[in-house]
Every structure is written in structure tokens, then in C-alpha cells.
């Protein structure tokens, strides 16, 4: 079974930048997109980015000039940062395994639990 | 566009059934999945491609599609059902983009 767990700083100060790690366990992190996706409080999900095994890459055009995402497939991990964050980057923020099946069937089957970010001085 | 729509809320008495739709230009090109989440919770995927289920979500739910328009279906609604529910598609860039969400209330 597939487990993810994100890691990082709970809170980081305004104009700084977010980092956080996935560990992927249970299996490879190996030929498959890996996903971040965040909630802010009483909101709905919003898809950061992900990357592939390889390390090709997709970002939310809103938050493109701000986003890094990279992978270790050594560790089974993958990263985000996020740059200059500002009250509106508070969220809880989520990793995902991003499935596919064929060229138009696209989904998340594996998430983890989460970790709340709290962006404050 | 590759904006999805839902319905903010919807309600269903216990053990009826309910349909939430989610609509989109790109539910022409890609399907929908769907996404269970109870408070203080993760997101679960309880739907995707044509009508998939993944192991362990029970034949209650069910999934179709029709041009513009995916849907997500309970057959005999639980208490236990009650969550929010979000349906994701993407578009020709490879960008991912979910619903605003629906809030499903089982009476």
C-alpha cells in the first residue's frame, strides 16, 4: 500500500519561502507524476503542481513564478517551494500520487494526510 | 475555460439516491475523477475514468459522463456519505483543475 507523508515548517514568516518534502513509502516513486495540492481554511482544493519521476515539470499558472518543485528518487522523496509567501499561502497543504490510465483518464489515488502551513510574522 | 462547476450544496434523505454534476469544457477532452472529503480529512478518490472504483469504495457511488457534463452518483445514501465532494478534470496544457466543491448533506 502506498503511503504519503508531507514534512516541513508549520509556520514561516511573510516574504519568505515555503518548504516542504513528500515521502513516498510502499512503493516507487518511479514512473508516476507526484502532486501538490493545498486547501486554505473553509476553502476548496487547489492544484499547486506536480512532477514526473524524471522531473518534467507542471505548475499552476498563478503560481508559476513562485513554485519549485523537485524529486529525489534516491530518497522516494519530492519537494516543493514556494517563494515569497504572503497570509494567503496559509493552507494545508497535500501530496499525491497523480494517476493515469490511457490519455484522458487522470487522477489522484494516493494522498497524504497533510500538513497545515501558517503564514505569519 | 477549464473552470468546473458544482453546486455549492446539495441534500438527500437517508438511503434515497443523489446526483452531483460538475460542468466543464474540459469534460469534452478528459473525465472527471471524484473526491470524498470528510472534515478534518484528506481527500479520498471515489470515482475516475468512465465508472471506476478504486478498492474499498462501496458500489454506492457510480460515475458517468455526457459532453459538458460529469456526474457523480449515490444509490441509497448513508450517514456516512455526508462530506464534501470535488470533481477534477485537466486541460490540454497538462494543468489540473478542480470544482469549487459540493456539500453533500444526508438528511
Known amino acids: 500500500q502506498v503511503q504519503l507523508q508531507e514534512s516541513g515548517p508549520g509556520l514561516v514568516k511573510p516574504s519568505e519561502t515555503l518548504s516542504l518534502i513528500c515521502t513516498v513509502s510502499?512503493?516507487?516513486?518511479?514512473?508516476?507524476?507526484w502532486s501538490w495540492i493545498r486547501q486554505s481554511p473553509g476553502k476548496g482544493l487547489e492544484w499547486v503542481g506536480h512532477?514526473?519521476?524524471?522531473?518534467?515539470?507542471n505548475y499552476h499558472p498563478s503560481l508559476k513564478s513562485r513554485v519549485t518543485l523537485s524529486v529525489d528518487t534516491s530518497k522516494n522523496q519530492f519537494s516543493l517551494k514556494l517563494s515569497s509567501v504572503t497570509a494567503a499561502d496559509t493552507a494545508m497543504y497535500y501530496c499525491?500520487?497523480?494517476?493515469?490510465?490511457?490519455?484522458?483518464?487522470?487522477?489522484?489515488?494516493?494522498w497524504g494526510q497533510g500538513t497545515l502551513v501558517t503564514v505569519s510574522a | 475555460s477549464s473552470e468546473l462547476t458544482q453546486d455549492p450544496a446539495v441534500s438527500v434523505a437517508l438511503g434515497q439516491t443523489v446526483r452531483i454534476t460538475c460542468q466543464g469544457d474540459?469534460?469534452?477532452?478528459?473525465?472527471a475523477s471524484w473526491y470524498q472529503q470528510k472534515p478534518g480529512q484528506a481527500p479520498v478518490l471515489v470515482i475516475y475514468?468512465?465508472?471506476n472504483r478504486p478498492s474499498g469504495i462501496p458500489d454506492r457511488f457510480s460515475g458517468s459522463s455526457s459532453g459538458y457534463t460529469a456526474s457523480l452518483t449515490i444509490t441509497g445514501a448513508q450517514a456516512e456519505d455526508e462530506a464534501d465532494f470535488y470533481c477534477?478534470?485537466?486541460?490540454?496544457?497538462?494543468?489540473?483543475?478542480f470544482g469549487g466543491g459540493t456539500k453533500l448533506t444526508v438528511l
Open positions: 512532477i514526473f519521476y524524471s522531473g518534467a515539470t
Open positions: 475514468g468512465k465508472n
Open positions: 499525491a500520487r497523480y494517476g493515469r490510465t490511457g490519455t484522458t483518464i487522470y487522477y489522484f489515488d494516493y
Open positions: 474540459s469534460l469534452r477532452s478528459y473525465f
Open positions: 477534477k478534470s485537466r486541460d490540454n496544457s497538462g494543468n489540473v483543475v
Open positions: 510502499g512503493g516507487s516513486i518511479n514512473n508516476y507524476y
